[in-house]
C-alpha cells in the first residue's frame, strides 16, 4: 500500500503562484508514475500532469503546458507541482495520485493510488 498526503494549497490571485506537495510512504518502491489531477465544482476530474518516477519524464495537459511544472525529489518521496501564472479556471481541488504501471496515472482506471486533495481558489 501506498499513501499519499498533499499540502500547499490556498488562495491567490490571478498570474500568482502556487506549489503544491505530496508525500508519499509506503510500498512506494512499486510505484512508476505518479501525476496531479483536479476537479473544480461541476465539473469531471481531469489530469493536469504526470511524472515517470524512474526517468523523470513528464506529460501536461494542454490547459497547463507552460505554466505547470511537475517535478519530484525522490529522496524525500515527494512530488511537486509548482503553478505559475494561475487563472480562474484554475480553481479546482487538486489531487496527488500514483500508478503502479509507467505512464498510468494517465488515466483514472489505472490510479491506485490517490491523496485526499488540496484545495486551490484563484481570484480575478
Known amino acids: 500500500q501506498v499513501q499519499l498526503v498533499e499540502s500547499g494549497g490556498g488562495s491567490v490571485q490571478s498570474g500568482g503562484s502556487l506549489r503544491l506537495s505530496c508525500a508519499a510512504s509506503?510500498?512506494?518502491?512499486?510505484?512508476?508514475?505518479m501525476g496531479w489531477f483536479r476537479q473544480a465544482p461541476g465539473k469531471e476530474r481531469e489530469v493536469v500532469a504526470m511524472?515517470?518516477?524512474?526517468?523523470?519524464?513528464?506529460v501536461y495537459a494542454a490547459s497547463v503546458k507552460g505554466r505547470f511544472t511537475i517535478s519530484q525529489d525522490n529522496a524525500k518521496n515527494t512530488l511537486y507541482l509548482q503553478m505559475n501564472s494561475l487563472k480562474p479556471e484554475d480553481t479546482a481541488m487538486y489531487y496527488c495520485?500514483?500508478?503502479?504501471?509507467?505512464?498510468?496515472?494517465?488515466?483514472?482506471?489505472?490510479?491506485?493510488?490517490w491523496g485526499q486533495g488540496t484545495q486551490v481558489t484563484v481570484s480575478s
Open positions: 509506503g510500498d512506494t518502491n512499486t510505484i512508476n508514475s
Open positions: 495520485a500514483a500508478s503502479r504501471l509507467y505512464g498510468g496515472v494517465w488515466y483514472e482506471r489505472t490510479v491506485n493510488y
Open positions: 511524472i515517470d518516477t524512474g526517468r523523470g519524464g513528464t
